[in-house]
């Protein structure tokens, strides 16, 4: 069977608190996509995650504490999906090799963050790596890469396809401490490229993308590989 990995941004997923519209959504699409894909999901921790952060950030709290508190968001969020799908993972697994193991039992893993120091992209990155997933779709709250902020340039281009060392670079650029930070972090980027993952940077809530992009290989976001 194919093999799919979502990393899922945590803003597509809650609005104070969570968009259950586009959950139950999005739980009928993966629903879908299982009959043909083992399926990876690594959810964000969202406002809930960046609230925390940014209260107890002006406190001086260690960097180190409030990565920690973004992966209790992330794993808040990542159960909370786990309800509306069935037969799927009752316990939200804290490590790569636990979800492998739940991919084998259920066909599909929902997940959130690991250990502190990178973002659910990353884990997206490591869990499409170890399970030989030649696709990464991430869901973000902008419909592609573009080569300056759409919501503060009007006009800001989209990149249909950029190369690895292309989205690296412009990862470099905004990708330091806890918190929000660019289209996809760099370690993710560097793993899917030692590793050819093809990653589809997509506005997350666009749900006929991911069937689009798993039926045609298309999509009207960014492809970076
Ligand atoms: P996210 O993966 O949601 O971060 O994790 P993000 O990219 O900043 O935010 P959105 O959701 O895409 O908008 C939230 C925070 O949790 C910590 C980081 O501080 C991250 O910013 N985190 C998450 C980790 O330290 N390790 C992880 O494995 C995951």
Known sequence: MDKLVISLGGSV???????IGFIRKL???????????????????????????????PEK?????LDEIGIYATRMNALSFTSFLDNINTKIPTT???AVEMIGLYGCVIMGGTEPGHTTDTVAAL???RIGARILINGTSVDGVYDSDPA???NARKYSELS???AIKRSIVSSVGAGPSVFMDLTSLVIAKRSGIRIYVIRGDEIEEYKNICSTGKTGGTIIG
């Open 13 to 19: 997923f809650t609005d104070n608190p969570l968009r």
């Open 61 to 65: 709290v260690n960097d180190n504490v």
């Open 96 to 98: 790569v090799n636990d």
């Open 127 to 129: 869990l499409a790596e």
């Open 164 to 166: 690895y060392e292309e």
């Open 27 to 57: 739980a009928a699409t993966v629903s879908e996509l299982r009959k043909n894909y083992q399926i990876g999901i690594v959810v964000g921790g969202g406002a809930l995650a960046r609230s925390y952060i940014s209260a107890l950030r």
């Open 152 to 154: 503060k340039n009007k």
